[in-house]
């Protein structure tokens, strides 16, 4: 009896190892507790009722624990002219909102060097945003 009881406490131990190492690996590392917010209106009111009152409140709010803005389309040229707008992101930056912006966009409105010159990570953006939508981020677009 003394044996049994004994490979039974052993095979409780070794079941509950188990499905902490499973757990671990399914659930915290295949899905990033991730937001992508992707801009692409180049209404101001959208900008700033919607895309980044959300985006700073889920970073700042905890929701995620890292959020991403990525500027894309329209939004490069309105946020390149627009010094509240701006204002807002800086703040949201501080905060640590990490922000990117497509350089193809960015180029073909000839605002590039703006967007470097207020601290925004201008590259492609292709590669990266589909590697977000992979990774299981929750990705939105305004």
Known sequence: MKHLNFKLFIMGILLTLSFKIYSQNTV????????????TSGDPYVAERVALMYTHAAKTSNWFEEVSLV???????????NSKLQEQVKAMQKDGVIVEACIACANAYNVTEDLRKLGYDVKGMGKPLTDYLKSGAKVLTF
Do not use: F
């Open 28 to 39: 915290s590392g295949q899905v990033p507790d991730k937001l992508v917010i992707v801009w």
């Open 71 to 81: 500027i894309w389309g329209p939004s490069a040229k309105l946020i390149s002219e």
